[in-house]
């Protein structure tokens, strides 16, 4: 069975500029997170997906940050514009009830 | 502020000892804890967990244990291995599907030989 899909793996780019990360989740997973993780903390939710459903996003930035999830499998989390604090790993999971599985992150660092 | 704390950064083991990585937290109002372990480069992964209503979940080589009068839970790993060298979080939540993890620190074990 195919893991989390994250691309890209790593994105470095100029502050002010656009980013986006796309996320696969796993076959029949109807919920899907993304999370935030600095150096050296835990991963923080930014957004948690019920199918096409954003249920929890009190913790998304939205002057600057926004999620899609169109048809309840893939997704899409943008910032734009980009500052140099947004440098981060950015964390996609998906779950079918119990434990949630994580993918291999996309590390940004902005400049 | 920190709902779950992992007051160590760092662990250092010999191989073939017992790993104890600890975990506390300050919500009494979790009812499910998890431990993931996440290597270099990678998302990540799901090893144990334990239900508020039990103080004890073993599974292979790990175990965890949960004082919730003291809210503190630990990951035991016996014996440690050389492989089982990552970064362990601890993560908490209240009630499965209607709330968000809540994960601590990390504590980075290394087991050398």
């Known amino acids: 069975e195919a893991g989390v899909v994250q691309s890209p793996r790593y994105k470095i780019i100029e502050k002010k500029q656009p980013v986006a990360f796309w996320c696969n989740p796993i076959?029949?997973?109807?919920?899907l997170y993304w999370y935030l993780q600095n150096l050296g903390q835990g991963p923080e939710l930014l957004i948690r997906?019920?199918?096409?459903?954003?249920?929890?996003d009190s913790q998304l930035p939205k002057d600057r940050f926004s999620a899609e999830r169109l048809k309840g499998v893939d997704s899409t989390l943008k910032i734009q514009p980009a500052e140099l604090g947004d440098s981060a790993v950015y964390l996609c999971?998906?779950?079918?009830?119990?434990?949630?599985?994580f993918g291999p992150g996309t590390r940004l660092t902005v400049t | 502020d920190q709902q779950v704390k992992q007051n160590s950064p760092s662990l250092s083991v010999q191989e073939g000892r017992i790993s104890i990585l600890n975990c506390d937290y300050t919500?009494?109002?979790?009812?499910?804890f998890l431990w993931y372990k996440k290597y270099p480069a990678e998302g990540p992964t799901f090893l144990i967990s334990?239900?508020?209503?039990?103080d004890k979940n073993e599974d292979g080589r790990f175990t965890v244990f949960l004082n919730k009068s003291a809210k503190h839970l630990s990951l035991h790993i016996v014996p440690s291995q050389p492989g089982d060298s990552a970064v362990y979080f601890c993560?908490?939540?209240?009630?499965?599907?209607?709330?968000?993890?809540?994960f601590g620190t990390g504590t980075r074990l290394q087991v050398f030989p």
């Open positions: 999971a998906s779950s079918q009830g119990q434990e949630q599985y």
């Open positions: 076959s029949g997973h109807n919920t």
């Open positions: 997906y019920e199918n096409e459903e954003a249920v929890d």
């Open positions: 919500n009494s109002m979790f009812d499910y």
């Open positions: 334990i239900s508020s209503i039990k």
């Open positions: 993560a908490a939540i209240r009630s499965y599907n209607t709330d968000k993890l809540i």
